[in-house]
């Protein structure tokens, strides 16, 4: 599985933009990428993917570089409540794309 | 929707038993996959089923092994319980399993003493 590198934590203050980074050098062409948070005490979370394109939900932004080896996954007011382990993640398709290969991620902190 | 339902949320063994641990995915969804995370290792992937059928596991050992029922419910056994797999055990569902969002449940932790 291509792998995935990630800062092992990030501070933000709250109510201001965070950027996580995530390099992925040894991405293939037909790789996703999926963005997951874990918060304390739960099971992940997904948050976002893509493939190519930028793309936009209701909790975040994923901006992919053109080259697509990295990408930034970015929140656009942080909460207390975005606290979490955030986690990238390559899927490839077909019978590869069954499961996840989580790394440490990144440990976000949230200042109040 | 209910969420992924996992049971228990706690569980102590000792040493040599086994264990079952219960997965109940969200309605409709026919893809159940298992994790284990430990501090030491992160978040591993266990095995994945869909239609009552395993299509992908992972590196660990025969001990571990698992099903699904034709209602998607899945369960996962331990035999021969050591103390390295006290874990967080997480179950995810989705649809099909294949590049679609994972939906979590909340996970059985396992001590073994």
């Known amino acids: 599985d291509a792998k995935t590198t990630q800062p092992n934590s990030m501070e933000s203050n709250e109510e201001e933009p965070v950027h996580l980074p995530c390099n992925h050098s040894t991405i293939s062409g037909t790789d996703y990428i999926h963005w997951y948070r874990q918060l304390p005490s739960q099971g992940p979370e997904y948050v976002i993917h893509?493939?190519?394109s930028n793309v936009n939900n209701r909790m975040a932004s994923l901006a992919i570089a053109e080259d697509r080896k990295s990408s930034t996954l970015i929140l656009h007011r942080a909460t207390l409540r975005d606290a979490a382990v955030y986690y990238c993640?390559?899927?490839?398709?077909?019978?590869?794309?069954?499961?996840?290969?989580f790394g440490k991620g990144t440990k976000l902190s949230v200042i109040p | 929707k209910a969420g992924v339902t996992q049971t228990p949320r706690y569980l102590i063994k000792t040493r040599g038993q086994q264990v079952t641990l219960s997965c109940s995915p969200i309605?409709?969804?026919?893809?159940v996959s298992w994790y284990q995370q430990t501090p030491g290792q992160g978040l591993q992937f266990l095995f994945e089923?869909?239609?009552?059928?395993?299509?992908n596991k992972g590196n660990f050992p025969g001990r571990f092994s698992g099903r699904q029922f034709s209602n998607s419910r899945s369960e996962m056994n331990v035999s021969t319980l050591e103390l390295g797999d006290s874990a967080l055990y997480l179950c995810?569902?989705?649809?099909?399993?294949?590049?679609?969002?994972?939906?979590f449940g909340s996970g059985t932790q396992l001590s073994v003493l």
């Open positions: 995810a569902s989705s649809l099909m399993g294949t590049n679609e969002k994972l939906f």
């Open positions: 893509g493939l190519t």
């Open positions: 993640i390559l899927r490839a398709s077909g019978a590869g794309s069954y499961q996840l290969t």
């Open positions: 089923y869909f239609s009552e059928t395993q299509r």
């Open positions: 309605s409709g969804h026919r893809s």
